[in-house]
């Protein structure tokens, strides 16, 4: 079975510095998916960013990007230039490549932003 | 842009009472899944359905029930419901396809509190 670890609980960053946010997982599938989702205050779960196993090359979404380390199963986010607007849970999830979108997540990190 | 639409956002219950829980996916889309997320605990999967057919199966309780129907919107029924039920249960939708599968869509969820 798949498991997912987010090892930190809690974050806080200032408003307009970087932050890291960490995820492991544990699979014995060679081919799968790696997400990163947001869920704020109302709960809306919102996805921030995606990565496909296959690809080398970390994926990137404006102010968000990852460190996708395939042969450590590690996960990370970091998202640059933070803002108030970003304060939310964040959840890390995986899902093993096919036609079923069970997806597997971890935790949760609640990342607080200071002003 | 459509999203997916849960109804109803907020769902109050005794003990012993059923409830339905509805689901509308976004136009197009072909799969559902029900996701139930405890109280500061991550979305645990409960079971998806593809062209109306059930396609997987988490960890759902015998009490609970779903089916998706021909306009393709799920109802996810819980009987006998227990203060341990008193959740935010999500909906998604994706479209399968043939070999493609999109991303999943997440709705706002349905808050239901067993008293």
């Known amino acids: 079975a798949q498991t997912v670890t987010q090892s930190q609980p809690e974050m806080s960053v200032q408003e307009a510095e970087t932050v890291t946010l960490s995820c492991t997982y544990d699979?014995?599938?060679?081919?799968?998916?790696l997400f990163w989702y947001k869920q704020p205050p109302s709960r809306q779960m919102i996805l921030v960013i995606r990565?496909?196993?296959?690809?080398?090359q970390n994926a990137t979404e404006n102010r968000f990007s990852v460190n996708f380390q395939k042969a450590a199963k590690s996960f990370s986010l970091k998202i640059s230039d933070s803002q108030l607007g970003d304060a939310a849970m964040y959840f890390c999830?995986?899902?093993?490549?096919?036609?079923?979108?069970?997806?597997?997540f971890g935790k949760g990190t609640l990342l607080t932003v200071n002003p | 842009a459509a999203g997916v639409i849960q109804s109803p956002r907020h769902l109050i219950k005794e003990k012993r009472e059923t409830a339905t829980l509805k689901c509308y996916p976004i136009p197009r889309h072909d799969t559902v899944y029900w996701y139930q997320q405890g109280p500061g605990q991550d979305p645990q999967f409960l079971i998806s359905f593809y062209e109306k057919m059930q396609s997987d199966k988490g960890s759902i309780p015998d009490r609970f029930s779903a089916q998706q129907f021909s306009d393709y919107h799920s109802e996810l029924n819980m009987s006998s419901l227990e203060l341990g039920d008193s959740a935010l249960y999500f909906c998604a939708s994706s479209f399968r396809g043939g070999q493609t599968n999109t991303e999943a869509f997440f709705g706002q969820g349905t808050r239901l509190t067993v008293v």
């Open positions: 999830a995986y899902r093993r490549r096919g036609s079923n979108y069970k997806l597997t």
């Open positions: 990565q496909e196993a296959y690809k080398q």
């Open positions: 699979t014995s599938e060679s081919d799968y998916y």
